[in-house]
């Protein structure tokens, strides 16, 4: 192991854990925190919970879908000052509380992380002025093969980098919340069914995670009555893969 990987792996919080952490550096506005994870693990879905907990509004960008001068708004021509100027464009919020998610920004191209850092930093990048919005990264890990670059040290040095990591308790809480099928919550939380939540593989087109998961359930509703049936079964497999379906099937004839 080395001293990276030994860092990595003390440096982690379950969903529960970050929520916390989350409201504590939201009540102060820093440090801002850059949370890595696996690719659905929930990330963006915590920060979701932290802005619902605390009854502020959120807004959520993908990094990837933005360019910088689209960060910095729309530039036009002052003819009477005769200088270059940016406008802001419309879905650039600027408010006095409440969150700015920006999402998979390692998977950004540098000038685009570039841009947003400014607006971590400085809360503005050009003509955009985010006012009181607390900013909170998130992103995939670049050894999960799933795109992501690691930041640029200068970049990188800003945040507060918090490591998720999956933990059945936490998502068995979430999951009864949010009414995720009950034969899901169940398996999920047998001892053959817990490995299964997170069962993340970097070699894999598809992998069991909690957003695929509620992907099964969501099936699991619309094919209410025939839950084992092939069909069912195929479309379960698009979304966790066979082995993981097979396993689950397999233990929803027994339940039943």
């Not at 990595?8 to 890595?36: C, R």
């Not at 995939?140 to 490591?163: M, P, V, Y």
Request: with cysteine; aromatic share 10%.
């Amino acid at each position: 192991m080395t001293q990276t990987q030994g860092i990595e792996e003390i440096a982690t919080v379950t969903p529960d854990e970050l929520l916390k952490v989350l409201t504590k550096m939201y009540a102060q506005k820093n440090p801002k925190p850059f949370i890595k994870g696996t690719p659905g693990l929930g990330k963006t879905s915590v920060c979701y919970q932290l802005a619902e907990k605390l009854g502020i509004p959120r807004f959520t960008f993908q990094a990837t879908l933005y360019d910088p001068t689209e960060i910095k708004g729309l530039p036009i021509f002052d003819h009477d000052k005769n200088i270059a100027r940016f406008l802001p464009f419309e879905d650039m919020p600027s408010m006095d509380e409440g969150l700015l998610i920006i999402d998979d920004l390692p998977h950004a191209p540098t000038q685009t992380q570039n841009a947003f850092m400014r607006l971590v930093l400085e809360g503005q990048a050009g003509a955009w002025n985010i006012g009181g919005l607390f900013p909170i990264a998130t992103g995939n890990r670049a050894l999960d093969r799933a795109g992501a670059k690691d930041l640029q040290t200068a970049i990188a040095d800003r945040f507060c980098h918090i490591n998720l990591v999956a933990d059945n308790q936490s998502w068995r809480k979430w999951a009864i919340g949010a009414n995720v099928h009950p034969s899901v919550v169940a398996y999920l939380g047998t001892p053959l069914g817990k490995e299964w939540l997170n069962h993340f593989d970097p070699s894999q087109q598809i992998s069991a995670t909690p957003r695929s998961w509620e992907m099964v359930s969501h099936i699991l509703k619309a094919f209410d009555g025939e839950p084992t049936s092939g069909l069912v079964r195929t479309a379960m497999m698009g979304c966790v893969g066979q082995e993981a379906t097979l396993k689950f099937t397999g233990w929803m004839k027994y339940y039943d």
